[in-house]
Nanobody, 127 residues
Framework: QVQLVESGGGLVQAGGSLRLSCAAS????????MGWFRQGPGKEREFVAT????????IYADSVKGRFTISRDNAKNTVYLQMNSLKPEATAVYYC????????????????????WGQGTQVTVSS
């Protein structure tokens, strides 16, 4: 079992920045690729970004590429999502998720690949 707890959400004006954190406990954190997903009002949960076990591969949704950065600190069992130049359409609950994959495999964009999920943190971007 892996427990994931997100933090760092809040209310920010358009153009502002937020940094989300996701702290993991339980199994060995470095054994998992980590992803961020989001679910806006009335929308399905969608992929935002993912990072592989050794931080050598990162993948982003086109809508956030160049503005969001995913990173991880395996020593602190934490994954981060730095969000810059935020837009109102980024308003959503943000979830982190963990996927056990072989060490050199690229991480997945697919929700069904991820075995463990956090409870989410709300991000609201005002216009």
């Amino acid at each position: 079992q892996v427990q994931l707890v997100e933090s760092g959400g809040g209310l920010v004006q358009a153009g502002g920045s937020l940094r989300l954190s996701c702290a993991a406990s339980g199994r060995i954190f470095s054994g998992y690729a980590m992803g961020w997903f989001r679910q806006g009002p009335g929308k399905e949960r969608e992929f935002v970004a993912t990072i592989n076990r050794m931080s050598s591969v990162t993948i982003y949704a086109d809508s956030v590429k160049g503005r969001f950065t995913i990173s991880r600190d395996n020593a602190k069992n934490t994954v981060y999502l730095q969000m810059n130049s935020l837009k109102p359409e980024a308003t959503a609950v943000y979830y982190c998720a963990a996927d056990s994959i072989p060490i050199f495999r690229s991480p997945s964009r697919a929700r069904y690949e991820y075995e463990y999920w956090g409870q989410g943190t709300q991000v609201t971007v005002s216009s």
